[in-house]
Each structure stands twice: as structure tokens, then as C-alpha cells.
RNA sequence: GUCCCGGUAGCUCAGUUGGAUAGAGCAGCCGACUUCUAAUCGGCAGGUCGGAGGUUCGAGUCCUCCCCGGGAUGCCA
């Protein structure tokens, strides 16, 4: 026995299989002992059903093979004898516990580990959690985000395992840009103030900035079909050229960002500390584990994205394609899927599959991750297919001197659906604030609770 | 078009690597209880497991085709 178990389906899986290497040599030592708690419970507490399975493989009668193992098992320190009136039907065995052997294990079970062993050599598990943005309000699909994250990290942590949580923040790109263009032009004209800045104010913002820099080529491109006319064509005209001038700033922004510029660089972390704090406050409120040390956004990986992309170009694995840059995972061996991982646009700017590789790169290679968890709504998964593959192919998913790559997986939830049954938003179509979600929860289950007088205790 | 995820009781869902009679909660019905507006306690009833083939001693579970719902699908994140 390698760890003391309380649990009787362990045990008695090592009693049977020490009985089937006895009974038929012949059958493999990894043979799965199929024990189970009992369907039938006047017939016993636990059952056997390897006997079927075992026999098709080594040619033998189901019952004749119970049979032998029934004759080679020793259980009389947990169970009442077994005995071939204990073989039932095809095959299955029946054991039924001695009333002392529970007591036994039970009382293996109080102790301060609750009879979970701790893994010999700990593994290490990164798990992707709540990825909010900057300058937006957290909505519902953060809440299971950050719930369900937390809760698989704590629970790789009750295992025993090393855990460390990556909040991939969406701190990074031309959105970001655009706000900050946005902020600082505001802050200037002393319409915001920057020090009482609000996450609210920057949600205001970054929908403002979003429509400004929106051109009307669509709208142009009707009026040309349709023949709408000339002053229709000049008023989009205007609005078009204006946004497009917009749009210029904010890439401006963007490259003194990236070339942390101090005037620009403060504002964006401006943005950062007021969308951060509040965004902690939320993960505190619903008592998750997630804190400052968890956050590495995108802009961490800034740096990062174009050795990524040279070294994949210099291996031969990203090719150009139509302008873009992609790496094809359509043979077999790379996971056969057709679409191929976009990593660099035409214009040359990056996505977020790059920096999504990027991290795990980081991830599996600095960090040293066994297992990376991301906990993101269903729908990016194709995306995550991609990465996930594009990554192995690169071999940015094995760690150093490991053989085989780490384990990467998509922990998908769905869509928070309103009563309707579409995605949860106000009428007019707004997403929910978490924070707000959350105050109501509260006020309601305060005033449910407040209503009812105490029961009676009964307990 | 292609790919992914679903379809199990009226509703919401469990159902281990294929195993004995497919389960729970709520709703329903019967009864008990009785100050407390979804959630007191018994009990009963409730199913072509989306459909059709196939593999198997054995299929809700595996394979093929089809139907229905949702989602994704090269230059947003």
C-alpha cells in the first residue's frame, strides 16, 4: 500500500487485482478492477465488474474467471467472506463491509488532511481566470469567469498541487489606445479629472472613442448603391473622414505607448490602477483568491510578440498568406483543423492568438506549468484549438528537457442567457455591471432573509 | 458549406473507462403536519434516453447516417 486509504473502492481494488494476477496470469497488470458502490443494495455495498470485460479479452467464460478470482481474494480484514453465492449474474462480484472495517476507515479519514494523500512531486497548474479589460465594467460572463477559475485553482490546491492564477488582463492594443487618446484629450480640456477618475467615467470614455474612430465606409458603400445623392454622400463623407482622423491619433497613441512615451504612459496607467482596483474590489466580493500578483496582461507580452513571430518565421512555422501571417494546423499531426491560426495581420500589427501564444510560452516554459486551465466562454473555442496547437507546434508548450507537451485545456462555459433566452443585457442592450449584479443579489437576499422570522431551530 | 457543443420525466439537470431494475430536485397527485407568502414530513405516479441502423453476452454511454436547438468560422478581442 503506498498511502493509508479510507476509501473502500481503493482497497478493495487492490485486493482484486492481486486476486486476478493470481486467478489468470495471463491478464494485464494494469487490469481495471471495476470496483463500484453496489446498484443493488440488498445484494451488497460494493461490486466488482471486471470479471466480464477481463474474460472477453483472455477468452475465458465471464462467470468461470468470478469464479477464480472469488477463490484467490483475500478480504477478511474488510469484508464478510466472499463465496461463489456472491458471483451474480454474468459476472459481477459482491462484497458486503464488516461492520468494524468502516469504523477503520472512518476514523483514517480525521485527519487534518481529510484522507487526501499529497502528490509525491507536486505538479504545476496555471489557471487562466477573469480576464477583464481596461476601462470597461466587468459584466456576468467575469463572474464565471473568476468563480469557476477560482474554484478549479482551489481545488488544484486542496490537491496538493502548485497553483498559480493568470488574470490575462486586456490591458493592451488600439481599444486601449483609443481610450487613452480619449482620456487625455478630456483630461486636458479639464472636462475629467484624472485624480476622482471612475471606472463609470472611463466605461463612458471607452464607448466614446469606440464611435468616434467607427468609420462609414459601409454607409458610403449604400449610398453609392443605392444612389442616395450628393449630400447624403457628404455629410457621411465628413463623419467618415473625420473618424478616420480619429482613428490616426489613437494608432499614434498606440505607438507611444508602446514606446512608453511618460505623457501617455501615465494616462493608460491611470486607466490600468482605477480599472484594476475596482476589478479586485469585484474578485474580493465574490471571495475568490485573485489578487494583484495574479494580473500579467497583454501588455506584459508587448515585448515578446515579435521574437514569438520571427522565431516561428525562421523555423518555418508561420508562413505568409495572403498578406497575413499564419500557421497552418490542418494535417493530421499538427490536430487537423482547417482554419489557420492568424498571427499577424497584413498591416503588421499582431492578435490576440499572438499574444494568447506568447503566453503560453510563458507560461509552460518560465513558469513552469504542467497543466494551463483557461476558464473562457465557449465561444472562443476554435480559437483556443488553434492556440493550443499552434503552440505544440512550435514546441512553446513543452517544458524544458520535458518529452512529451504539458497538458492545455479549455475549461469552456457558456453564455449567461437572460430570461429570454439571449445573451443577459438591459433593455437597451447594455451589458449588466457585475458590481451592480451583485448589490441586488444582496439587497434581495437581505430582504428574503430580513422578511422570515428565524425557524424554529431544529438542529 | 465545414467544424464544435447540446437533445434523458411536465421543467431544470445527474448518469464513472459499455454492466444488474436509467436517477435527483422542482412541478403534479394522495396523505400527515400546521402562524410565517418557492423550498415541513411521508408516499404515489411520471421515460419510444431526438430518430434509424450497426458493434457487443450486454448500449443513455461506442461507430455511421439523419432531424432539431445553440455556437463558431482568415486579418476585432
Same mark, same amino acid.
Given at each position: ?55 472477453? &479479452? ?26 461463489? !453465492? ?21 476514523? &483514517? /479519514?480525521?485527519?487534518?488532511? /481529510? ?36 474554484? /478549479? +485553482?482551489?481545488?488544484?490546491?486542496? /490537491?496538493?498541487?502548485?497553483?498559480? &492564477? ?20 478630456? !483630461? ?9 477618475? *471612475? ?24 449610398? !453609392? ?67 494583484? +500578483? ?11 510578440? *515579435? ?46 492568438? *499572438? ?10 516554459? *518560465? ?93
Amino acid at each position: 500500500m503506498t498511502h493509508q486509504t479510507f476509501d473502500p473502492v481503493e482497497l478493495l481494488g487492490e485486493r482484486v487485482r492481486a486476486a486476478i494476477s493470481a486467478a489468470a496470469p495471463d491478464a494485464p497488470d494494469d487490469a481495471d478492477a471495476m470496483i463500484s458502490p453496489s446498484k443493488r443494495a440488498e445484494l451488497g455495498d460494493f461490486q466488482c465488474n471486471a470479471a466480464m470485460p477481463l474474460a472477453k &479479452r483472455l477468452g475465458m467464460k465471464p462467470r468461470d474467471l468470478a469464479t477464480k478470482i472469488v477463490e484467490h481474494i483475500d478480504v477478511t480484514d474488510l469484508c464478510e467472506p466472499v463465496t461463489e !453465492a456472491d458471483i451474480a449474474g454474468p459476472g459481477f462480484i459482491n462484497f458486503r463491509l464488516q461492520q468494524d472495517a468502516i469504523g477503520t476507515l472512518l476514523d &483514517r /479519514l480525521d485527519s487534518p488532511s /481529510l484522507g487526501l494523500p499529497a502528490p509525491e512531486s507536486p505538479t504545476t497548474v496555471v489557471v487562466d481566470v477573469c480576464g477583464v479589460n481596461l476601462a470597461k465594467q466587468m459584466h456576468v460572463g467575469h463572474l464565471r469567469s473568476s468563480v469557476i477559475g477560482d474554484t /478549479l +485553482a482551489r481545488t488544484f490546491e486542496r /490537491l496538493g498541487e502548485t497553483v498559480v &492564477r493568470q488574470n490575462h488582463v486586456g490591458d493592451w492594443g488600439l481599444p486601449i489606445a483609443m481610450v487613452t487618446r480619449k482620456l487625455q484629450s478630456e !483630461a486636458e480640456a479639464g472636462r475629467v479629472s484624472l485624480d476622482d477618475l *471612475t471606472l463609470d467615467e472611463l466605461d463612458r470614455l471607452y464607448k466614446l472613442a469606440q464611435h468616434e474612430c467607427r468609420g462609414q465606409g459601409k454607409g458610403l458603400e449604400l449610398v !453609392a448603391k443605392y444612389n442616395l445623392g450628393p449630400k447624403i454622400e457628404a455629410e457621411l463623407r465628413a463623419m467618415h473622414d473625420e473618424a478616420m482622423e480619429h482613428l490616426a491619433e489613437a494608432k499614434a497613441t498606440l505607438v507611444a505607448l508602446q514606446a512608453q512615451e511618460p505623457a501617455v504612459h501615465a494616462i493608460w496607467k491611470r486607466i490600468y490602477a482605477v480599472t484594476m482596483g475596482a476589478c479586485l474590489k469585484t474578485c474580493q466580493r465574490l471571495h475568490t483568491r485573485i489578487t494583484e +500578483a495574479d494580473s500579467a496582461g497583454e501588455s506584459s507580452y508587448a515585448e515578446e510578440l *515579435t521574437t514569438v513571430v520571427n522565431d516561428l518565421v525562421a523555423r518555418g512555422i508561420a508562413e505568409e498568406s495572403s498578406g497575413a501571417l499564419v500557421v497552418r494546423l490542418d494535417s493530421p499531426e499538427d490536430g487537423g483543423i482547417a482554419e489557420p491560426c492568424l498571427i499577424r495581420k497584413g498591416d503588421g500589427g499582431y492578435l490576440y492568438a *499572438t499574444t494568447d501564444i506568447a503566453a503560453i510560452k510563458r507560461r509552460v516554459q *518560465t513558469i513552469g506549468a504542467d497543466r494551463v486551465i483557461y476558464t473562457v466562454d465557449a465561444r472562443q473555442s476554435l480559437h483556443f484549438k488553434q492556440v493550443f496547437a499552434a503552440a505544440r507546434k512550435a514546441g512553446y508548450a513543452t517544458k524544458p528537457g520535458a518529452s512529451q507537451p504539458s497538458v492545455l485545456e479549455h475549461a469552456a462555459f457558456g453564455t449567461v442567457l437572460g430570461e429570454d433566452g439571449r445573451p443577459f443585457k438591459t433593455r437597451s442592450g447594455e451589458n449588466i455591471r457585475l458590481s451592480d449584479l451583485l448589490d441586488e443579489a444582496i439587497d434581495r437576499a437581505r430582504q428574503d432573509g430580513g422578511q422570515q422570522e428565524p425557524r424554529p431551530a431544529r438542529r
